[in-house]
Structures are given as structure tokens and as C-alpha cells.
């Protein structure tokens, strides 16, 4: 069954530096997404994305968040200077259709010192 | 910004019994309401859905039940498994609308005893 992947399984960064997550959306999928969760709280929408460009972000997804779709398989979520709060797990998901069923990837988690 | 609820933050059944699983929203905008399932670890796996045009969807061992004027949804397991130990997360969006985020609840840990 196709799924959505992403790498890698854990991250540790110092504060300030810049992190780079990938996922590979599920290979038929139009519409991607980031979502995050901090330990002990919901999982929260960050970023949706389609046809090469934002589709809807949330306030979390401010100017230290972007996201691209450098060729045709995989989607990076890119935090330039990370803080100590970004530490979380980061999922990806893909949707084949606008207000279908997200399928969620395994998660990255990352830890900001 | 509670638009999702999920009151109860844990429930324990014994195997072979009902898991009813209970959700509430705030936001009569949503019309696509979704239940996860999480283990430790890993991403939420979709489990069932409903449209807003329903009242009740039902996928094996899996049935959803919405209450619109209630604004209430419950996610019903029978029978329940070990193997159904998780974390339940209930989701919404406003797919109508135009929004294609969905929010979630906090979650609901399901233990099945054997």
C-alpha cells in the first residue's frame, strides 16, 4: 500500500541553525501539507501546499518556515534559524484531492538545543 | 482555541467490548470530520471519515456517528482488540469552504485489555 515517507526519523540542531525535513507524498497525491506536534499538545497545521505554491498556512508558518517541491517526488519543510520552541514532531501528509483524506508520514522529530 | 474537543483524555475497555470514542466541535463550518489512530512513535493512521451530508458511516469494526445540531461526533469500535490500543485523534475541516487544513483534538488513549 503507497505511503508517505519522511527522513529523517530524528533530528538534533543547535539553536540558530537551519534544518532541512523531507517527505516523499504518497506518488499519485496533488496537495501536501506540514502539520507539527509539541510534545503533550495537538497536532497543528502549519502549511498546505499545491501546484507549486502555498495553498493555506497558519500563523505558526511565519518567515523563518518554507516549504518547496524541488522535483517531482519529494516535499521539504525548511526552518532557517531554529529556536528552542520548534522542537516537536513534524509531520508530512498528501491528499490526492482539495478536502479529501490526508495520509500522514511516520514523522520526524526534531529537538532544538 | 479549543475548536476540536476531545473531554476524555484516556478510556480502558476489555476485549470483546463497545470503545465509543466521543468528539465535540465548536465551529459549525466543518463539514469532513476524521478519526486517526496513533501509536508511540509513529504518524496517525486514517481510520474512517464522514461527510457532514451523513449522519453515520461504518467501515467494519469501525462506525462514526455524527450529531450535527449537536455538533457532536463518536467513533465506535466493537468488537475491541488489543490491538486497538492507541491514541485516537478526532479531526474537522471546512472542506466546503475552502480550507483544507484540519484541526484535531488532543486525543483519546484507548487501552483494550485482553
Known amino acids: 500500500e503507497p505511503e508517505v515517507t519522511q527522513t529523517p526519523s530524528h533530528q538534533v540542531t543547535q539553536m540558530g541553525q537551519e534544518v532541512i525535513l523531507r517527505c516523499v507524498p504518497i506518488s499519485n497525491h496533488l496537495y501536501f501539507y506540514w502539520y507539527r506536534q509539541i510534545l503533550g499538545q495537538k497536532v497543528e497545521f502549519l502549511v498546505s501546499f499545491y501546484n507549486n505554491e502555498i495553498s493555506e498556512k497558519s500563523e505558526i508558518f511565519d518567515d523563518q518556515f518554507s516549504v518547496e517541491r524541488p522535483d517531482g517526488s519529494n516535499f521539504t519543510l525548511k526552518i532557517r534559524s531554529t529556536k528552542l520552541e520548534d522542537s516537536a514532531m513534524y509531520f508530512c501528509?498528501?491528499?490526492?484531492?482539495?478536502?479529501?483524506?490526508?495520509?500522514f508520514g511516520p514523522g520526524t522529530r526534531l529537538l532544538v538545543l | 482555541d479549543q475548536q476540536v474537543k476531545q473531554n476524555s483524555p484516556s478510556l480502558s475497555v476489555q476485549e470483546g467490548r463497545i470503545s465509543i470514542l466521543n468528539c465535540d466541535y465548536t465551529n459549525s463550518m466543518f463539514d469532513y470530520f476524521l478519526w486517526y489512530k496513533k501509536y508511540p512513535a509513529e504518524g496517525p493512521t486514517f481510520l474512517i471519515s464522514?461527510?457532514?451530508?451523513?449522519d453515520k458511516n461504518e467501515d467494519g469494526r469501525f462506525t462514526v456517528f455524527l450529531n450535527k445540531s449537536a455538533k457532536h461526533l463518536s467513533l465506535h469500535i466493537v468488537p475491541s482488540q488489543p490491538g486497538d490500543s492507541a491514541v485516537y485523534f478526532c479531526a474537522a475541516s471546512e472542506s466546503q469552504g475552502g480550507s483544507e487544513k484540519l484541526v484535531f483534538g488532543k486525543g483519546t488513549k484507548l487501552t483494550v485489555n485482553p
Open positions: 464522514i461527510s457532514s451530508i451523513k
Open positions: 501528509a498528501s491528499s490526492d484531492l482539495r478536502g479529501e483524506t490526508q495520509y
